[in-house]
């Protein structure tokens, strides 16, 4: 039976043509032989590099590009062009074997041949190379091989690498690149293990079995085992995560079972989403047909909430699967909870009025300590340590709370003790009680209402919701699948997930791949984190090494301006030369710190006539408003001493410490967060002294 193989690329190509062609190449592909050897039509090309690249027909204009096998029945559809554009590929593009890793390259060699001389020229007069520090041992332990490694050899600069960043085998590329980065080559093997494959790989690789290249590189290649399958990579061409998986996400997703809960951990846009869905999908497919969800995935906003359905709807479509997953908020589940178990929905407190309680709680305490300290406090370390009263209270340690306290322990319990009676008065609750409320109904139930729970963003809940998680599944294996980066924590809520009873141990795994950002971002916006490790959920510090991204572009520019204004009009200058490039002005994101910058931007862009709403709008978001969200090119503006301060410049009392603390936390993972939602362009603009978030 003839088999066949669909590149990431080809469906990228697909994306682009108008619908009618689309059909063409539907019809074209419909005929592909799954079960006899009859069907397609390849056509070899006049002047082909490479030996086993065929053309399809699909009219007289369009041809598929499939490599043909040299023996088997194995076919793989590289991608979609006009026929001079098909010439052009078969006559400069070489396929072959990474001979480290064992994964498929491509290379466009007539270009690459065209370059060289350039190159060489220009090096002439230079006696020291780039890679002087390189060993030819270990280029080639990097898997740069016998054609690449001359021309690594007459290297002066990265001017003469960058060009090459389209031209040479990606993962040779990606290994000179880091070299280039001042990576040593150990680091770089283990940067390029992560991106390429799971595990190392073995020795043996054969430098001329294409196949075998292919099924190794996952993340590009996918087989189709069928026409509806076919059918239904057609219908959804975008949604390249639902086909592609990185071998390791892959692992994780279908991994047969784990003994007990398992973490996810990676940086931003990782797709470690993509690898919870999967693993939901993978779950739900196991389950025998029943009644009600078994299983839950939670997340963190109603926004996320209707995200994720639209995902796993395009994962699948079987209608009796999808019903076995329940997407929602902690919050929501919290809340059904208790309204089922009372009979009526809880009652909960307004935000405004919530704001009014703490403070009226503060002043019948005489102001020792602020409303807002009050509630953090109570927050933080009451429902925190789920402790019960006020002796619980007082014999506390207030772990993950910065200093200790000016006042006497016994005031804050009264102001807290005030504001709780209050609300309880007007049969009023606050969220995290409603979720306690639940988490507490549950543990008196005999039977948890969930076989298994996916949490998304596992980072920002408050260990109140990790009770409440906990109790929806029993003791079985696969009961929690959680995903988190504690690098994008907006909320001081800092969880030990061993404390809370939910022991992760031995299945931690992490991803490192971004697909959300190019490596060049990335590294800007690591640079900005200062790498400092932040501790995970299950106590190990969380370390950005390795995080890195196969895709390429244009490094960050970093813009200082005297003053606002100068900056605003520095902003417009950038988004309209974006516009100029033909980059579609919802394909551009500009991140403003708070809300009022925000409106500033708006106004600013509003002004010099571009549209800040609507579909087709530039979308203006604070950053936290960014979460969810992706562009082609991103900037983010006002980003200097002023608005974000530094830890060392807190040093006013112990509660304005510790929310200044948080905010500083906050901003800095929010800056890194906005920052790599930009695909291909990143502009980040400051008034005066940068911030020294950004100084790196
Ligand atoms: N294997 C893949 N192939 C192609 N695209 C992918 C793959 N995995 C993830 N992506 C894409 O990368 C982007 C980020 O994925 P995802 O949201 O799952 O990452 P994340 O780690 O959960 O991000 P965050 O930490 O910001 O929540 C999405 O656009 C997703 O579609």
């Known amino acids: 039976m003839a088999r066949l193989n669909i590149a990431k690329d080809f469906l990228a190509a697909y994306v682009k043509l108008e619908k009618p062609v689309q059909r063409l190449v539907d019809n074209a592909l419909s005929r592909f032989p799954f079960h006899t050897h009859a069907g397609l039509h390849l056509e070899k090309l006049q002047g082909s590099i490479d030996p086993l690249v065929r053309t399809i027909r699909i009219n007289d204009f369009w041809r598929g590009i499939v490599l043909a096998p040299e023996t088997g029945d194995e076919y793989t559809l590289l991608t979609v062009l006009p026929h001079d554009k098909a010439n052009r590929y078969a006559t400069s593009k070489r396929f072959s074997v990474n001979q480290a890793f064992g994964v498929f390259e491509v290379r466009d060699q007539a270009a690459i041949d065209q370059l060289e001389p350039a190159i060489r020229n220009s090096s002439q007069e230079t006696e020291t190379r780039l890679f002087d520090h390189v060993k030819d041992s270990q280029l080639v332990r990097l898997g740069i091989d016998a054609e690449v490694l001359p021309l690594v050899r007459i290297m002066v600069s990265d001017e003469h690498l960058d060009p090459l960043a389209t031209l040479l085998p990606e993962p040779q590329y990606n290994a000179l690149f880091l070299l280039a980065a001042g990576y040593s080559p150990d680091e770089v093997w283990q940067q390029l293990c992560s991106q390429l494959v799971d595990e190392k790989p073995e020795p043996g690789i054969d430098p001329t079995d294409l196949t075998a290249a292919i099924h190794r590189t996952p993340d590009r290649f996918a087989p189709v085992t069928g026409p509806e399958d076919l059918a239904g990579m057609l219908a959804n061409p975008f949604a390249l995560w639902r086909i592609f998986l990185h071998e390791r996400q892959g692992n994780i997703a279908h991994r047969d079972f784990y003994s007990g809960p398992a973490l996810v951990t990676g940086g931003a846009g990782t797709g470690k989403t993509v690898t919870a869905l999967h693993r939901a999908v993978f779950l739900a497919k196991k389950l025998p047909p029943g009644e009600g969800p078994a299983i839950l995935m939670t997340t963190f906003t109603n926004n996320l909430v209707d995200a994720l359905k639209e995902q796993l709807g395009r994962l699948i479509d079987d209608e009796s699967i999808l019903s076995r997953i329940r997407v929602s908020t902690v919050h929501k589940v919290a809340y059904d909870i208790v309204r089922e178990e009372e009979g009526s929905p809880p009652d909960i407190i307004h935000d405004h009025a919530k704001t009014r309680l703490w403070h009226n709680a503060a002043k019948h305490i005489n102001e020792a300590v602020s409303g807002k300290f009050l509630e953090s406090e109570w927050e933080q370390v009451v429902m925190a340590q789920d402790l019960a009263d006020r002796d619980a209270y007082l014999t506390c340690v207030r772990k993950g709370r910065s200093k200790r306290l000016s006042v006497p322990k016994e005031t804050v319990w009264k ?282």
Not at 601 to 618: C, E, F, M, P, Y
């Open 415 to 696: 102001g807290i003790a005030h504001a709780l009676d209050q609300l309880k008065s007007v049969g009023q609750r606050l969220h995290t009680q409603v979720v306690a409320d639940a988490a507490r109904i549950l543990a008196g139930q005999n039977r948890p209402p969930y076989l298994h729970v996916l949490v998304d963003e596992g980072q920002d809940l408050h260990p109140t919701q990790w009770r409440l998680l906990r109790n929806l599944v029993g003791d079985q294996p696969d009961n929690l699948f959680i995903v988190s980066d504690p690098n994008q924590r907006i909320y001081d809520n800092r969880v030990s997930l061993g404390s809370l009873g939910i022991n992760v141990r031995g299945r931690s795994k992490r991803l490192t791949v971004g697909y959300r950002t190019t490596q060049e971002i990335l590294q800007w916006s690591v640079g900005v984190l200062n790498a400092k490790d932040v501790m995970g959920l299950d106590d190990e510090p969380d370390t950005l090494d390795g995080y890195q991204s196969s895709l390429h572009g244009r490094r960050p520019v970093i813009h200082p301006y005297p003053d606002r204004d100068a900056e605003l009009d520095g902003l417009v200058q950038q988004v309209n030369g974006w516009l100029d490039q033909g980059i579609e002005a919802h394909a551009i994101g500009v991140a403003a710190r708070t809300k009022a910058m925000r409106k500033t931007v708006r106004d600013a862009l509003k002004a010099a006539g571009i549209a800040t709403s609507g579909k087709n709008g530039v979308r203006v978001e604070t950053m936290a408003g960014m979460k969810g969200l992706e562009f082609q090119c991103g900037a983010v503006v006002g980003v200097d001493r002023d608005t974000v301060p530094h830890p060392a410049a807190v040093t006013t009392v112990e509660e304005d410490a510790a929310t200044h603390a948080q905010d500083t936390q906050r901003e800095r993972c929010l800056l890194f967060v906005a920052s790599t939602r930009a695909r291909d362009a990143l502009y980040v603009s400051h008034t005066g002294e940068p911030s020294p978030f950004i100084a790196s």
